[in-house]
């Protein structure tokens, strides 16, 4: 089993930055995709940023139109962490974030994890 616990969220003005970070634990092996997710109120939960595996020697980010040059998505496979930074901020970025990773686990086998959210307010 592998859990996953998030961080950073928070109450930020527009224009500002914050940086969300989703750490995994348990029967790791290797995190083999990754990807933010955001639901706005009244909205449907929409991918904002992953990491697309197996392009180039780290994987190629990839973002939504609305969040792309404001938002980046990294990653530090040594503590099995993934970041999404937030910059330029405005209140359509409000809502909560999910990280969600697959992991290859120890022993083999691999399955797909959500986070618990954080949620993220953007005042103007």
């Known amino acids: 089993q592998v859990q996953l616990v998030e961080s950073g969220g928070g109450l930020v003005q527009a224009g500002g930055s914050l940086r969300l970070s989703c750490t995994a634990s348990?029967?790791?092996?290797?995190?083999?995709?990754m990807a933010w997710h955001r639901q706005s109120p009244g909205k449907q939960r929409e991918l904002v940023a992953r990491i697309r595996p197996l392009i180039g020697p780290d994987g190629m980010p990839d973002y939504a139109d609305s969040v792309k040059g404001r938002f980046s998505i990294s990653k530090d496979s040594a503590s099995n962490t993934v970041y999404l930074d937030l910059n330029n901020v405005k209140p359509e970025d409000t809502g909560d974030y999910y990280c969600?990773?697959?992991?290859?686990?120890?022993?083999?086998?691999?399955?797909?994890?959500w986070g618990q959210g954080t949620q993220v307010t953007v005042s103007s």
């Open positions: 348990g029967s790791i092996q290797m995190i083999n995709a």
């Open positions: 969600q990773v697959a992991v290859i686990h120890i022993g083999g086998g691999w399955r797909e994890y």
